[in-house]
């Protein structure tokens, strides 16, 4: 399954920096409040947003840990990424 | 995922600016996004990288560290522009007349974003403010900030804006100077001085680009004059403002505005609206500033 970002969503990934994890933050324009996601979750985000179609197996390899330990939770993270509206199925 | 309300203005600037462009759109106003999160890249500082992986050094332009987002919207589309920020969150915490002299900008806030300054001219261009928006417009293209297409003016508009805004603040030695003209080649500062010229915007700009005398007859060389020598004596900025104007009309809006207590800093500053004998206080603070400032250049005029 593959991810895109809605059409009227702000967003702005912020790197590492530091000891600053990496950062993405969203905005459904215009008149929505502003979210921030940190690490894992803007990780997640991030891989989603630019099209990735297995999100689990990317974060798996970019965290080094087994696919099957995360993949539950990835998927449920993403349907609540797609809840608020800072997702879209394509 | 909880609302974020401490944005970091790295994040904050260029959504602000982004909000600012869907509520424009939305509401038909054209505006173009200036200075800050919208300049280009070539004209901002660049540092050298290294990849840690090959070793490679590259060069990385860095971003500005600004504040707010700035957006220059059509003069006769501000009303509009305004009615529409209302109905979208944002509020108004300064007037066109609570700012500066040349009363160009409106402070506005939004929750959770930094605030955006809402410009209808911009200082140091003469000609007809909806003129000037014309050209400006004309030439205008598109970049991407956090997320969404936003319109910015041409880079010779660019650094014409960056060098203007650094000359009113008597900056003389700005890093957007030496970028935007001094670093420039030759046919870059030709496009620049032309855009100048249709702009009304010779003065200023010769003030920062060390041409200044070839203006001497011009009505606003003494402002110009002031305001890049950092020459900070507000009688002086007074006379040379006031001179600036092109009639008898603006003349004695523009002396009355610069001695008027801004209304809308009054309010914030006192936490409410300003009553009648703290209105008459602030005038009477004003008059002590104006007459302490008089004094003040009569002692240099006699000591010479």
Redesign the interface.
Known sequence: MSYRIPHRLGWVVVPPRGAEPVAAYLMPLPDGDPHALFDTAALIWTLAAEGEPDVATSLAELMEVPVDTIRGDVAAYLDALIDHGYLEEV | ????EH??L???V??AA??LQ??AD?AGVDLLHIKGASVDPILLQQSEVVDPATGEVRTKAVPRSSVDADVLVRPSHVKRFFAALRA??WKMVYRFEDGSAFEHASTWIR???CHADIHRSFPGIGRRAEDAFDVLWRDRHTITM???ECLVPHVAAQRLVLILHAVRGGDLGSPDIQRAWAAASEAQRAEVDALATILGADVALAAATGRLEEHRSARDYLLWKTLSTGNRSRTTMWLARVKAQPNPLRAVRTAFHLIAPKEGRLERDLGHRPGPLEVARAWGGQFGLVARELGGLVRGVVKR
Do not use: K, S
Not at chain 2, 1 to 4: G, I, K, P
């Open positions: 995922m909880e609302t974020y944005m970091p790295i994040a904050g260029p959504l982004a909000t869907v509520i939305d979208h969150r929750p959770g974003l956090a997320g969404q």
